[in-house]
């Protein structure tokens, strides 16, 4: 296979060459290459961050009706460089009281969280960095470590403002971490499997025509976990003045820039693989490279998704943000699971599969928009009729 079809598979090719003509023992090349690899994920994480910042400023402008970056280079796309040299040279600040050991690690670990992810994550046939056969419950274990990272970034501050930013963390992060968890197991029964390269090789019909209502809930609650517009609580601006990272400065606050944008790009991909096919294209199994083009354009749709939700929906009241999940996405997403179950288990390998699972997603997504709105007008009503209760006049 020429190096233009699968570019991944010559180069490792020539570092393992290069490595036995080293003579070193096998388990030193083993160890090499694996660092090597590892790098190289994290490297293009790092590095697609770049592009993705300079992105969400055009498309947010383009949305708002503004120009966006036009100055630093052509098209500004050398902005997120001025930016990060801006950071770089800024003033480190720790607060004198802070916890400086758990202050500095925040920022870390909210980066490394994000790039956890890559690793299970197929690219194309055979790029992947390891194929666990647990990989859905390997993205739900490292994402939980962007709320730790926000939880001690918070509480290690000694700051009001960064505590009930963490303290919202709490709320928010944890509750919507349940439709979110509810929907992905979806794609995990129809795929009779958690492997992410399995994941893809089943679909195909793409899981987004099984299962559309638990896609849409993936996408919502994911929004809500990385703190985007409209379920920005954690940084609220006009409350808590930056939220978690009140303190942070320098490029400590740059890692949970990246981090957040970066995240917010995972999401898209996530929700590729999950319910968009991933890789899976024409010809993508005989050029590889072609399947890593399917996946990116796959992401990029679902990252455009992100960023019009975001540059259109103003932020919500934290109390009706909590009742949407709890009252409305939970249960919906527990209905879908018990559904799917049920009914793939009885439709398995006949012709009304889709017709029965896709039936089923459009009651449920009906019905609980129906009670919800229901319940939000017996609420509107009640709230009424405590307005216009007469108020006793003193005697």
Do not use: C
């Amino acid at each position: 296979m020429s190096f233009w079809q699968d570019p991944i598979a010559v180069i490792g090719q020539l570092i393992l060459d290069l490595l036995h003509s080293l003579n070193l023992p096998e388990g030193w090349i083993v160890f090499i290459y694996t660092l090597i690899s590892v790098v190289a994920v994290a490297s293009f994480g790092l590095l697609l961050v770049i592009f993705l910042i300079w992105l969400e400023r055009k498309v947010a402008a383009r949305f708002q009706d503004r120009v966006g970056p036009n100055r630093a280079g052509p098209f500004g796309l050398l902005q997120t460089f001025a930016d990060m040299v801006k950071l770089v040279t800024k003033e480190d600040v720790v607060p004198e009281k802070a916890d400086k050991l758990i202050f500095n690690l925040a920022p870390i670990l909210s980066l490394i969280a994000v790039l956890l992810i890559w690793a299970v994550v197929p690219f194309a046939p055979g790029w992947i960095g390891t194929d666990l056969n647990v990989g859905v419950l390997y993205i739900a274990a490292v994402g939980s470590f962007g709320i730790l990272s926000v939880l001690m970034a918070g509480w290690s501050s000694n700051n009001k403002y960064a505590l009930l930013g963490a303290f919202r963390a709490v709320a928010q992060l944890i509750s919507y971490e349940v439709p979110m968890l509810l929907t992905m197991m979806i794609p995990v029964l129809l795929a009779r499997g958690m492997g992410m390269v399995q994941m893809v090789t089943v679909q195909d019909t793409w899981f987004i025509f099984l299962a559309p209502a638990a896609g849409i809930i993936f996408l919502v609650s994911s929004i809500a976990e990385i703190g985007r517009t409209p379920f920005d609580l954690l940084e609220a601006e006009s409350e808590l003045v930056a939220g978690y990272h009140t303190e942070y400065t320098g490029m400590k606050f740059g890692m949970f820039f990246a981090a957040e944008f970066l995240h917010a790009f995972t999401v898209g991909v996530l929700f590729a693989i999950l319910f968009l096919g991933g890789w899976r294209g024409p010809g993508a199994e005989e050029i590889p490279i072609l399947g890593m083009f399917y996946l990116m354009i796959k992401g990029f749709l679902g990252y455009f998704v992100v960023m019009w939700v975001r540059s259109t929906l103003p932020r919500i009241r934290i109390d009706h943000m909590m009742a949407f999940n709890w009252k409305f996405l939970t249960p919906v997403a527990l209905a879908l699971l018990i559904l799917t179950a049920l009914l793939d288990k009885i439709f398995a390998g006949t012709a009304l599969r889709l017709p029965a699972l896709l039936g089923a997603n459009l009651v449920v997504l009906a019905l609980g928009y129906w009670i919800s709105t229901l319940m939000s007008r017996r609420q509107a009503k009640e709230r009424t009729k405590f307005k216009k209760r007469p108020v006793a006049k003193p005697a």
